[in-house]
């Protein structure tokens, strides 16, 4: 079961008031931590090319391409899990940026300041410890929460998608704006 629960803003504010900070107020992951003075590596987890589970590809209207997931770490220790779903022709229009990607994130190099780059809203949500979402987020954390936290939006560049789902981990410290 992949595991996507859609939660509102409110009921992710009355759960867990610090990780909801982080979720609905950040457009800048990386930004907003190196802002918070940590000092933050980017842990590529891999990158495979695979079909999509069903919800994913409904949302990108693709069944297959690239998937890249990621840890921002601080000291070894997961702060945050990303996702990111790339179609077969989004990746292919792309080819060249997303080869060059390396260890590096990918708002830094293709999302973040670009004129033909268009986020749509975030949908905030949970999963549980029972779902295949939940096991691709937590394969590096030594002790798992039994729920996750987190938000997806869709971006397009210049009309293609891709997806981006982000996790945030009961390690991260007190937001402050």
């Not at 990607?101 to 990918?106: A, D, T, V």
């Not at 779902?131 to 954390?141: K, R, S």
Request: a negative charge.
């Amino acid at each position: 079961m992949y595991g996507w629960k859609s939660a509102s803003q409110d009921a992710l504010t009355a759960g867990c008031p610090n990780l909801a900070h982080w979720i609905v107020n950040v457009n800048h992951l990386k930004k907003a931590l190196l802002l918070h003075g940590l000092d933050v590596e980017f842990c590529l987890l891999g990158e495979t090319e695979s079909g999509f589970p069903e919800e994913e590809a409904a949302i990108v209207h693709a069944s297959q391409g690239l998937i890249r997931q990621m840890y921002y770490k601080e000291e070894g220790v997961p702060l945050t899990y990303g996702r990111t779903i790339i179609p077969e022709p989004t990746y292919q229009a792309f080819k060249a940026e997303f080869q060059s990607l390396g260890n590096r994130s990918i708002g830094e190099i293709l999302l973040h300041d670009k004129d033909q780059v268009v986020r749509k809203p975030f949908e905030f949500g949970l999963v549980d410890a029972d779902c295949d979402l939940y096991q691709f987020a937590v394969q590096g954390v030594k002790t798992p929460p039994d729920q996750l936290l987190g938000r997806r939006s869709q971006f397009l560049i210049n009309d293609y998608p891709l997806l981006i789902i982000e996790f945030f981990f009961t390690t991260l410290p007190i937001f402050s704006c």
